[in-house]
């Protein structure tokens, strides 16, 4: 009877982490660059091969294992539509890519392309971290400027920079680290230069939260919650029964 309360507060833990991961991402729907992240949870079974095989420490409540979890929510890499915008300083990217940004922790990488110029030239993403290219931070002329597709910035008929784009090889998984910025999950994968990723000036990449989607998944695990909050409720009658009428000694 205990083991059912175990697995009711599992359950509730379970809904609850993935409830923060969805509420997180429709409070993130209008973020430009924002990826959302996806989450599922793992079954008793699951846990089971998983800690046979040694890939799974698995959560515990006192000596109990819990009989369901949510694993580590992964990010959906996938692009976001295209927003026109018109302002010369907003760089939509099209394609698997990233800015590569100098903040004071190192370097970050962000799909956030709504910068800014600095009171020395230098683009700059809205918290202030400098955007690299070729040769580091990228400083631009004072006036209008062009980019093109390829990162190449125009002043007048003049190239006077590169904003670059890096990507990583496929399958990396990523961290969020604030900001709207990532960086890799491996501390060894290195970025390269993107050959595929386009730069439009004047554009923003919407945020990828699907809002149907994720509305219908906090529904869900709202039910799920209420679920088991009314299964240790159940169970809480039970242990009443047995301790007030079936333990009762016969006469």
């Known amino acids: 009877m205990i083991r059912g309360l175990y697995s009711a507060v599992s359950g509730m833990l379970t809904a609850v982490r993935r409830m923060e ?26 846990q089971l091969v998983q800690q046979m095989d040694g890939t799974r420490g698995g959560p515990t409540l006192g000596t109990l294992a ?16 295209m927003q ?8 939509g990217l099209e394609g698997p890519g990233f800015l590569a940004v100098q903040t004071e922790a190192g370097v970050r990488f962000t799909r956030d392309g709504s910068l800014t110029r600095d009171a020395l030239g230098y683009l700059t993403t809205s918290t202030g971290a400098l955007v690299l290219g070729e040769d580091g931070p990228l400083q631009v002329p004072p006036g209008p400027m062009g980019v093109m597709q390829d990162g190449t910035v125009m002043a007048g008929d003049a190239a006077v920079g590169r904003l670059i784009t890096v990507e990583f090889a496929p399958g990396t998984q990523f961290n969020k680290v604030g900001n709207n910025e990532l960086v890799p ?7 390269i230069v993107s050959q595929t990723t386009a730069i439009r000036q004047g554009f923003v990449e919407a945020s990828n939260v699907d809002l149907t989607g994720t509305m219908t998944t906090v529904l869900e695990l709202q039910r799920a919650y209420e679920a088991n909050q009314r299964m240790i409720q159940y169970q809480d009658q039970m242990m009443g029964r047995a301790v007030n009428d079936i333990a009762q000694p016969t006469r």
């Not at 991961?21 to 699951?46: C, H, I, M, P, W």
């Not at 819990?66 to 539509?81: A, F, H, I, Y």
């Not at 026109?84 to 300083?89: A, D, I, K, P, Y």
């Open 185 to 191: 999950t491996d501390p060894a994968a290195a970025p």
């Open 84 to 91: 026109q915008t018109g302002r010369q300083f907003d760089f």
């Open 66 to 81: 819990l009989s369901t979890g949510p694993e580590t929510p992964e990010l959906d890499m996938s692009q976001g539509s």
């Open 21 to 46: 991961v969805a509420t997180n991402d429709l409070a993130n729907a209008q973020t430009t660059g924002y990826k959302a992240e996806r989450t599922t949870s793992a079954t008793f079974a699951e």
